[in-house]
């Protein structure tokens, strides 16, 4: 009989779908390992939940270790919930992420024959982002380490500026540089940073719903020379301060940065949007390229996070969709209509479909921006897809549909609306296994489609996220 305090050793087989990773012991028994372990090490835990058919055990050390182990480069590594992955090699990364969608694949969705191709690695997989979020805090998070440090030697507790400790959103951690982001990115944090702390401002925080200081958002452009930084606080906006700070931001950033923003936020809540701007140099926009396509991206837009990725993930949707001249495309859950934008030249027409508002008129700008004709856009919410037959017949009934749902999925009602309209091929860019699994099997129950392709592609290195893009065949 297993119980908890028991000491185990084990030898970790798979990668979980957070921190947990799975290993088995030699009676069968199941056991799920919490801490920084990589597949192949062999390692020695302490149990502390025993369930019927498995135990949840915590890493106690390292007894031998995997071949897959790297030195993660991050000082926050381990205390950081960003990229969890970091002590594990990039091509053992992408193989278990590969491995991950073909086991969701398999057990969720029944297909057993399917073989998921190699995951489309990063070109670069750090400093990839074009976005990061930093936020404030007035309750720094502390590693375990620091723990048992005397206070007094330690970086303030009440001012942090960085990340927020996995589900802590109350307290974040200090980040001195994020790896995933880029050189621009860490210069402004480290000039923010040292400016707020000089000039002693205050943090808001949700308990009084008071502060200042909420959170510091940078977006660079890959393939123009735009930097964006926008700094989130409470209203009202005091300009003398906030020019100070851009001066100290033009020092530290020479002619990089072209754009400065103050968003205004009067939410009860740590989200970085905010409700009006005021823009204190450039236009308050960055411009990004994906393909041959300019898109304007402003402080509070959606956009793609990884933007050499996002060319590849649509290159590769582009490829399977095998578009002919002539076709008629839906672009389903279209977001600001970068897909939409990105095919148009291959098909006769698209139909983007998306719930949120601001999206939906960023999508039509993006048209008008890029000088494309041949798209329409339209807000709704997909679980009402059934109710739009009419509209849908007089644009054209679909040759090809693209989907690209939330993490959730589609919605059922917009699944059986999609197999009444029945195109002959529906590509599915998801960025959950789970859910492809799920609705690719409400595709191919009934013989009505067949899927024949799985590419997934790494927008995300050390984290375990992985989009991917499935082709359902009509039989
Ligand atoms: C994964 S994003 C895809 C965005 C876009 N295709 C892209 O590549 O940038 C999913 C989109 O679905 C939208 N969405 C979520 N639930 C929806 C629903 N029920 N109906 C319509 N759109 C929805 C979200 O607002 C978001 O823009």
Known sequence: ????????????????????????????????????VAVGDRVSAEVYKVKKNYLEAKLREVLSPSASRVEPPCQHFGVCGGCKWQHVDYAAQLEQKRKHVQDALRHIGGFKEIIVEPAIAALSPYHYRNKVDFSFSNRRYLSPDEMNIDASLLKPLDFALGFHAPQRYDKAIDIDECHIATSEMNKVLETVKAFSQA????????????????????????????????????????????????????????????????????????????????????????????????????????????????????????????????????????????????????????????????????????????????????MLDLKDFGKMESELKEFGLPDVVITDPPRAGMHPDAVQTLLKLAPKRIVYVSCNPASLARDGKSFCDGDNYRLTEVHPVDMFPHTNHIESVAVFERL
Not at 219 to 228: A, G, I, P, W
């Open 199 to 378: 000039k002693k401002l205050s943090v808001y925080s949700t308990d009084t719903d008071s502060g200042m200081l909420r959170n510091l958002v940078v977006r660079q452009s890959v393939h123009t020379d735009d930097l964006m930084v926008n700094l989130v606080t409470s209203p009202p906006h005091d300009a003398p301060l906030m020019n100070e700070l851009l001066a100290r931001l033009n020092d530290a950033l020479g002619e990089r940065l072209t754009t400065f923003v103050n968003g205004l936020s009067s939410r009860k809540n740590t989200v970085a949007f905010s409700e009006s701007e005021a823009v204190m140099k450039g236009d308050g926009t960055i411009t990004e390229r994906l393909g041959a396509y300019r898109f304007s991206i402003s402080a509070n837009s959606f956009f793609q996070t990884n933007t050499l990725q996002a060319e590849r993930l649509y290159e590769k949707t582009l490829e399977l969709a095998r578009l002919e001249k002539s076709d008629v495309v839906y672009d389903l859950y279209c977001g600001t209509g970068s897909i939409s934008v990105f095919i148009s030249a291959h098909c006769a027409k698209v139909f983007g479909i998306e719930m949120v508002e601001s999206s939906i008129r960023d999508a039509h700008a993006n048209a008008l921006r890029n000088g494309i004709t041949n798209c329409r856009f339209k």
């Open 1 to 36: 009989m297993h119980h908890k305090g028991e000491q185990i050793e084990v030898t970790i087989a798979d990668a979980g779908d957070d921190d947990k990773c799975f290993a088995k012991l030699e009676d069968g028994m199941s056991v799920f390992v919490q801490g920084r």
